[in-house]
């Protein structure tokens, strides 16, 4: 009987610690999509920062 609990229980630590190498390599490559989101968000407020800038040049002539 103990030795089932006991192979239960190393069933069960073994499925937790495979969630969890599969959750981090998740959080890794969401880190690594998120930073690149950010660069690309950040290029884009750029341009438009650009064109609005120039917009107003053009209303002051």
Do not use: S
């Not at 599969?22 to 999509?33: F, I, K, M, S, V």
């Amino acid at each position: 009987m103990d030795n089932l609990l006991f192979d239960e229980l190393e069933r069960k630590v073994e499925q937790l610690v495979q969630t969890i190498v599969a959750l981090r390599q998740e959080n890794d490559l969401l880190r690594t999509e998120n930073t690149k989101l950010q660069e690309d968000r950040n290029g884009i407020k750029r341009r438009i920062d650009a064109i609005l800038a120039r917009l107003q040049q053009v209303e002051h002539l």
